[in-house]
């Protein structure tokens, strides 16, 4: 217990784990109150190389758990540490992710309809050109995240010359309907 709570492990560690990490929060507080004992120091830095390597091999080997046990049986699925066994329960599960996803992805996009757009007839936008799409690619951060369409930035950069034109006729396009293509 730390200040009167429980510590909540990961569901991988061991006894062993649990054991060890108490005796180093020990050792924490020992070397904080005696800094200069290079021998209390030296111990404290073994065993947390210690943990960290049974740590990770104990992970592993729970990964490699499930992965066995849902190759073995299929009519079992674990999703945040809980395990369902029911077919419906999984189905249900499934639909509920990929929902919210949908809900915030949906939520986050402003989808005016087309017909907001119908006085802007009379406005005139060029054409956007090869070049522009091109600079644009370029600018995309390769180290970043994949965005909302789940493709890396590094892919995009790469295929730079192969999605110019198709890009820029899809951006052409939709400047033209006033509205994003549906897919």
Not at 53 to 79: C, D, P, V, W
Request: proline fraction near 3%; aromatic fraction near 10%; charged fraction near 25%.
């Amino acid at each position: 217990k730390v200040d009167g709570k429980s510590i909540k492990y990961s569901v991988w560690y061991t006894n062993e784990i649990k054991d060890k990490l108490k005796y180093k929060q020990k050792l924490f507080t020992k070397l904080k109150e005696t800094p200069l004992d290079y021998k209390l120091r030296h111990e404290f830095r073994n065993l947390r190389k210690d943990i960290k390597t049974k740590i990770k091999l104990a992970h592993s080997q729970y990964i490699e758990g499930i992965h066995m046990k849902n190759r073995t049986t299929s009519t079992s699925f674990t999703f945040q540490n809980i395990e369902y066994s029911n077919d419906e329960e999984i189905v249900n599960l499934s639909a509920k992710y990929f929902k919210s996803n949908y809900d915030s992805l949906n939520n986050s996009l402003n989808s005016n309809p087309v017909s907001d757009y119908a006085q802007l007839g009379s406005l005139n936008i060029k054409d956007i050109t090869e070049n522009e799409v091109e600079n644009a690619i370029k600018k995309i951060n390769v180290r970043a995240a994949a965005g909302i369409n789940g493709i890396p930035g590094h892919i995009i950069v790469g295929c730079v010359k192969l999605l110019l034109s198709p890009l820029t006729f899809i951006f052409n396009l939709s400047l033209k309907a006033c509205k994003f293509p549906d897919e």
